[in-house]
């Protein structure tokens, strides 16, 4: 399955688009930005649509054509504004708390593009590792965490100054979507795949494609010290509500039999978007 194809169905935004007139307050004005600082602090992550802390207007990337879409759905207004060319294969957006500036992280280019958000104008191009994917702001929006997908690593941006300023090694294989907490002292990263767990002494032909034959791994970074300090397993499940069921099963040498059915298991993968 190719990137785009992942997202088609979740970039389904039903807001429209639209244009404002009299764009030279359209969101920096300061009664906005000093609500926007003095809301308590939540959790952020990682996705490829995000709104203003205001409300006012929503973000969503565009990776067919490389650009970024802005839409007003102030009082249900649901206009779109401006479309935004970024680089190649946009993924992942982020706006700051004050709704100054955005983010966006460009998976072919191995790059983030910073827009001014008064302008609507991409101010600067950051070089990352390679396939950036998810990135998320801290919540006091000081740092970006972005997970470059196939470089294995995470880069921290300083917003202050759009520069990058720490790259974290060994944060796991294909790390993918991005999550911080409101106190902004944990990074959770997912890794994109399910591996085979450590201790399994089964062989492949075994284990790979078993219902047990991976398990998911989600990568937690301390903020203080931009370094791992652990690894999240997300163990496979026997059952799921009765949700996954095979006729037979081929590993376990059950044949299928005439309207019987066996109750299947799952294994997490950290594929999505989020």
């Given at each position: 399955?190719?990137r785009?194809?992942?997202?088609?169905?979740?970039?389904l935004v039903?807001?429209?688009?639209?244009?404002?007139s009299?764009?030279t307050?359209?969101?920096?004005?300061?009664?906005?930005?000093?609500?926007?600082?003095?809301?308590?602090?939540?959790?952020?992550?990682?996705?490829?649509i995000?709104?203003?802390?205001?409300?006012?207007?929503?973000?969503?990337?565009?990776?067919?054509?490389?650009?970024?879409?802005?839409?007003?759905v102030?009082?249900?207004?649901?206009q779109?504004?401006v479309?935004?060319?970024?680089?190649?294969?946009?993924?992942?957006?982020?706006?700051?708390?004050?709704?100054?500036?955005v983010?966006?992280?460009?998976?072919?280019?191995?790059?983030?593009?910073?827009?001014d958000?008064?302008?609507?104008?991409?101010?600067?191009?950051?070089?990352?590792?390679?396939?950036?994917f998810?990135?998320?702001l801290?919540p006091?929006?000081?740092?970006l965490?972005v997970?470059?997908?196939?470089?294995?690593d995470?880069?921290?941006?300083n917003t202050?100054?759009?520069?990058?300023?720490?790259?974290i090694e060994?944060?796991?294989?294909?790390?993918?979507?991005?999550?911080?907490?409101?106190?902004g002292?944990?990074?959770?990263?997912?890794?994109?795949?399910?591996l085979?767990?450590?201790?399994?002494?089964r062989?492949?032909?075994?284990?790979e494609?078993?219902?047990?034959?991976?398990?998911?791994r989600?990568?937690?970074?301390?903020?203080?010290?931009n370094?791992?300090?652990?690894?999240?397993?997300?163990n496979?499940l026997?059952?799921?509500?009765n949700?996954?069921?095979?006729?037979?099963?081929?590993?376990?040498r059950?044949?299928?039999?005439p309207?019987?059915?066996?109750i299947?298991?799952?294994?997490?993968?950290c594929?999505?978007r989020?």
């Amino acid at each position: 399955m190719s990137r785009k194809q992942w997202t088609r169905g979740f970039m389904l935004v039903s807001a429209a688009a639209a244009a404002l007139s009299g764009m030279t307050d359209h969101w920096t004005g300061s009664a906005r930005v000093a609500k926007a600082q003095s809301a308590a602090p939540s959790p952020t992550k990682s996705s490829p649509i995000a709104i203003t802390s205001d409300n006012r207007f929503v973000w969503s990337v565009n990776p067919d054509n490389n650009s970024v879409s802005v839409f007003n759905v102030a009082n249900g207004l649901n206009q779109k504004v401006v479309e935004i060319p970024v680089g190649t294969e946009p993924w992942g957006v982020a706006i700051k708390p004050d709704n100054t500036k955005v983010y966006v992280t460009n998976m072919a280019s191995g790059t983030v593009s910073v827009i001014d958000a008064a302008t609507w104008q991409v101010v600067k191009t950051i070089e990352v590792g390679t396939e950036p994917f998810g990135c998320a702001l801290t919540p006091d929006g000081d740092r970006l965490y972005v997970a470059n997908h196939s470089s294995g690593d995470v880069s921290v941006i300083n917003t202050r100054n759009d520069q990058v300023v720490r790259t974290i090694e060994d944060v796991g294989a294909k790390p993918h979507g991005v999550a911080i907490t409101a106190d902004g002292s944990k990074v959770y990263v997912t890794q994109f795949l399910a591996l085979k767990p450590a201790n399994d002494p089964r062989p492949l032909t075994r284990s790979e494609g078993a219902d047990n034959g991976r398990e998911g791994r989600v990568t937690v970074i301390d903020t203080q010290t931009n370094s791992v300090i652990r690894t999240v397993v997300l163990n496979p499940l026997a059952n799921v509500g009765n949700a996954f069921q095979s006729l037979g099963n081929t590993l376990a040498r059950r044949p299928l039999v005439p309207g019987v059915l066996e109750i299947s298991g799952a294994f997490p993968t950290c594929w999505n978007r989020s």
